[in-house]
């Protein structure tokens, strides 16, 4: 069964992995509220099971939702010149931005998730799925894509229409193959299969089924072109062409995969984004709560061009010299690079499991929160967001209700080596503010100018292509789970 979801986002895309299914949008206030209810997936559902639905939580405007952003219209402005930049900000930042939960014994209170682009077509994607399992556990996948190198929104499209589709596919799959045993209590569904129990049980063999997902992805990407080019009916030049163009460029991709019954976490991630999670750790002598960080992937980056060892994509760097050197003299493709990379680039993801505890909260984000946030702010940050219960912070008051200034040393998580480019680069004093009732878009406020609303409407103001001189695409998504303390 696909759980119920209840969400404001303003534009919401269901896909299915076979056909396309009617779904109803009530649309109050400009926001938009949705119920869905489907059936338990049983263990020996197929990979083409039509009810694997999949939501993309950020689309591109255009949606049968109308945008939210006149509920962030303040009623009672500033003065003039300051009202305008405090309005701009909340639109910049609301356009493509929304709070939801799911119905169901989930595990998780919330999930937050926003996007703001510099590029256009923008770069970054953020897809959910939610099903009750017949074992009676819940399985939640968020994944959060990023493509660089100029066209890899089209590497990005491609890969996110079917990387979460065949994630969830294959982790099904894996569910056929163990029957129920009372015995192997720590795989959460009660299930084992003899051969991955020897070899680490169920945890294991989805590990290994992530990591093969993803490189299954990859070389159907990057290698079944350039099969067509050895077919004995080869396609034609311009088909080659359109096939081959998802292959060039790269993306990033990272995959949180919720098991709830045992409380397990497993985070899939290859390139540039990055997951991590905040744990209570204890209440100063004021008495607010504190956070600890746990890093939950691997930052792939190397010396090597384009400055990534794992990624999709990037097939000038994992074909052959004679494909290569065929594509440049048949199809006006690139030189070949004469000389080949030290350590391959390949897209087998790191894989991190990490038990859930009560209270604890999963930040995913691209490159652009972390060029400008350290982990230790990002947790420090949504400690507070959750410290001062925002949820119920009003749209409509102005910023100048919200005076207090925070800096990273008044968060409530320790502070970190700072590493961080983007202030340094701005030339701007990290300075947080907590004014949203969105912790995703807290997030990407104070990633960019934070308490300098000024600086911040400044970077919103300007629009592809010059944007992305100035900052990076910010798409973050923030997972609550239940506090059961």
Known sequence: ??????????????????????????AIATVGTFFYSRRVIQADSSEDDPELVIYTLLSQPGSIIASPTTLYRSSNPDPEEKADEQTMVRMGLGALAGYGT????????????TSVPSSAPRLNNTLLSSNKMSTNSSWTIFTLHEGFLGSGWFNMEVLSRSLHAAVLGNLVGLLSRYEHSPEHSDVGSMMAYAEEAEEGGFDNAVCQTLKQTFLDMDNLMIHRPIELLASREPLSKPSIIASIGAAIPGSSALVAFYDHEPRKLRVANTGSTRAILGRKSGLKENGHQTYTVHVLSEDHTSAMAPGLSRAF?????????????????????????????????????????????????????????????????????????????????????????????????????????????????????????????????????????????????????????RSAKLRDDVTVTVVLFDDNS
């Open 1 to 26: 069964m696909l759980h119920r979801l209840r969400c404001s986002f303003p534009h919401v895309v269901r896909s299915l992995k076979s056909r396309q299914r009617p779904f109803l949008g009530l």
């Open 313 to 465: 994509g990037l097939g000038p760097y994992k074909w052959s010299f004679d494909v290569q050197k065929q594509l440049h003299k048949d199809f006006m493709g690139d030189p070949p690079l004469n000389s080949p990379l030290k350590a391959p680039i390949t897209a087998e993801p790191s894989v991190t499991t990490i038990d859930v505890q009560p209270g604890d909260f999963l930040v995913m984000g691209t490159s652009g929160l972390w060029n400008s946030l350290t982990n230790e702010e990002v947790v420090g940050l949504v400690g507070l967001w959750v410290n001062r219960n925002m949820t119920s912070a009003s749209l409509d008051a102005p910023l100048s209700q919200y005076q207090d200034v925070i800096l990273p040393s008044d968060l409530p998580a320790p502070i970190g080596q700072d590493n961080t480019t983007m202030y340094k680069r701005w030339g701007v004093e990290k300075r947080f503010i907590c004014v949203d009732n969105n912790v995703a878009q807290h997030l990407s406020r104070n990633a960019l100018g934070g308490a300098d609303v000024s600086w911040t409407a400044t970077l919103l103001a300007h629009t592809p292509p």
């Open 102 to 113: 799911i119905e169901g014994n989930t595990g998780i209170r919330r999930f937050d998730a």
